[in-house]
């Protein structure tokens, strides 16, 4: 019998997907994938993504304007997000891709700190969990979300941080997105942790086309890869596989409400 899986996070408006989506959808049909997040990165893909999620009935679709391009989100931007979350569109289960990051070299911080408070006051009006990208700001991140105290909370995307950090945020309520990272045996830190949190806590996603697994390196990754970061994790926790994969069903269908 095949496990079934929800890929928490693909970007599917990306390159290698664009104009291949049927196939794309197929093979990752094959691999157990029944349903598929995408969440958008600036308000120029809204429509796309939109588009996306009501052509295909495995794709589901997040709104926000992700930090890493912190140079093309505008007052005008936040208001067209604010638009589209009035008007409730179908298939819509979380804002994101927001949140925080410091990898950058001209970060603007404060831009992005600001950013991420108007969205997640939109996320408290509108009653949507959040996709939450944070890059070398982890503890940063805690006390946004501590004040706005979210009634949905959401996931903290391809989390690769400490025991003590994630602790942090499953304490608020938070689900832990587990991605390729964990294949790789250097990641040691990340294994640990994924293997020791709570079960309730876990949820999967590949961050296609990004993000890919061990022994796929400069590839581009694809949402039935979530089946070999399952099996992964598998090996690392020590629950049975059937118990690992209905927990993690549960979670995600949980945090995120999927409507036809």
Same mark, same amino acid.
């Given at each position: 019998?095949?496990?079934?899986? @929800?890929?928490?996070?693909?970007?599917? $408006?990306? !390159?290698? #997907?664009?104009?291949? /989506?049927? =196939?794309?959808?197929? &093979?990752?049909?094959?691999?157990?994938?029944?349903?598929?997040?995408?969440?958008?990165?600036?308000?120029?893909?809204?429509?796309?993504?939109?588009?996306?999620?009501?052509?295909?009935?495995?794709?589901?679709?997040?709104?926000?304007?992700?930090?890493?391009?912190?140079?093309?989100?505008?007052?005008?931007?936040?208001?067209?997000?604010?638009?589209?979350?009035?008007?409730?569109?179908?298939?819509?289960?979380?804002?994101?891709? @927001?949140?925080?990051?410091?990898?950058? $070299?001209? !970060?603007? #911080?404060?831009?992005? /700190?600001? =950013?991420?408070?108007? &969205?997640?006051?939109?996320?408290?009006?509108?009653?949507?969990?959040?996709?939450?990208?944070?890059?070398?700001?982890?503890?940063?991140?805690?006390?946004?979300?501590?004040?706005?105290?979210?009634?949905?909370?959401?996931?903290?995307?391809?989390?690769?941080?400490?025991?003590?950090?994630?602790?942090?945020?499953?304490?608020?309520?938070?689900?832990?997105?587990?991605?390729?990272?964990?294949?790789?045996?250097?990641?040691?830190?990340?294994?640990?942790?994924?293997?020791?949190?709570?079960?309730?806590?876990?949820?999967? /996603?590949?961050?296609?086309?990004?993000?890919?697994?061990?022994?796929?390196?400069?590839?581009?990754?694809?949402?039935?890869?979530?089946?070999?970061?399952?099996?992964?994790?598998?090996?690392?926790?020590?629950?049975?596989?059937?118990?690992?994969?209905?927990?993690?069903?549960?979670?995600?269908?949980?945090?995120?409400?999927?409507?036809?």
């Amino acid at each position: 019998m095949t496990t079934r899986f @929800i890929d928490t996070h693909c970007h599917f $408006d990306f !390159p290698p #997907f664009v104009d291949n /989506e049927r =196939l794309s959808l197929h &093979q990752a049909a094959q691999a157990g994938v029944e349903k598929i997040i995408l969440p958008a990165t600036e308000a120029d893909n809204f429509a796309r993504v939109s588009a996306l999620a009501q052509q295909h009935d495995a794709l589901y679709m997040a709104l926000g304007l992700h930090p890493i391009v912190i140079e093309k989100h505008t007052d005008a931007s936040l208001e067209q997000l604010d638009n589209y979350l009035s008007a409730r569109p179908q298939k819509l289960v979380a804002i994101g891709e @927001i949140g925080l990051d410091l990898w950058r $070299d001209d !970060p603007q #911080f404060e831009r992005q /700190e600001s =950013l991420l408070t108007a &969205q997640l006051m939109l996320a408290k009006r509108y009653d949507l969990p959040v996709i939450l990208h944070s890059r070398r700001t982890h503890d940063k991140l805690v006390p946004h979300l501590k004040r706005q105290n979210l009634p949905r909370t959401g996931v903290i995307h391809g989390f690769a941080g400490s025991w003590v950090q994630a602790e942090r945020f499953i304490q608020l309520g938070y689900k832990i997105g587990v991605g390729g990272t964990i294949t790789y045996l250097r990641a040691s830190k990340t294994r640990n942790v994924v293997a020791q949190l709570p079960l309730d806590a876990l949820l999967l /996603e590949t961050d296609a086309p990004d993000m890919p697994l061990n022994g796929f390196q400069g590839q581009p990754n694809r949402p039935e890869q979530v089946a070999r970061v399952f099996a992964t994790l598998c090996e690392l926790r020590p629950e049975p596989a059937d118990v690992i994969a209905n927990a993690i069903w549960r979670n995600t269908i949980a945090l995120f409400t999927f409507t036809p």
